[in-house]
Structure formats: C-alpha cells, structure tokens
C-alpha cells in the first residue's frame, strides 16, 4: 500500500523511485486510502509510467488476486507489472530472510529494474 500511497503521492515524490516492489497489497486494494475516490487511486497509478513493479504476496494474492484488483480499476496496463508468489502462506516480510525460488527472483527482478 505504501509502494502507491507514498512513492506515488505526487510527481515529485514519484520521481525519485526507479520501480516499486509492492508486498501483499496492492494501492487500493482494500479502501484504506482514499475511501472509494478512485480518481486519487487513478492519478497514482498513472505516475508509474511504465516503471516496472514486483508485486509478491503469499499464496495466490499477488498471482490472481493482484491481476484482477488491477483488471476491476481498469490499470491493468498501468505499469510493468510482474506478479510472483513467495511460496510461503505467511503474511510477513519473513519471506526475504528464507533461501527460495521466490527471494532469488526478486533479488535478479532488482538487479535489472532497480539496481542496472
């Protein structure tokens, strides 16, 4: 939520971000910000411009739950977005502590989008 809330706040604030690794929600996804003012929710997302984004979430949130949260606001298309499962059913950060298929595909995900 933060990933959109914050480092999408306003163009000046979003510059600074080269991409966006979101984990277990997603800007939106359950109301907490803006209140049901999509257009707020709207403006962020267009500030991605095409930057990419890891969304990650234990089990099937960030793989289908993501994907269809994006599909029903219409900013599917919003950004590059890449939608990987953790493999854990922890809903934690615990996950990037544990050697896993997911942890090295989000450390070569930064390597390319953030860090190259």
């Known amino acids: 939520i933060a990933a959109g809330a914050i480092g999408l706040f306003d163009d000046e604030i979003s510059r600074l971000w080269r991409a966006f690794l979101p984990y ?3 800007d939106g996804d359950c109301g907490w910000v803006d209140g049901a003012d999509f257009s707020a929710l709207a403006r962020r997302y267009e ?3 095409g930057r990419a984004v890891l969304y990650s ?3 099937n949130v ?3 739950a993501g994907p269809a949260f994006l599909a029903g606001i219409g900013q599917r298309g919003a950004a590059n977005f890449t ?3 953790t ?3 922890n809903h934690n950060d615990a996950w990037v502590l544990r050697p896993s298929a997911a942890r090295d595909a989000m450390r070569r995900w930064l390597e390319v989008h953030a860090l190259g």
């Open 47 to 49: 500030r991605l411009k």
């Open 24 to 26: 277990s929600h997603l």
């Open 83 to 85: 939608f990987l499962s």
């Open 62 to 64: 960030a793989t289908q």
């Open 57 to 59: 979430g234990e089990c």
């Open 87 to 89: 493999g854990f059913a």
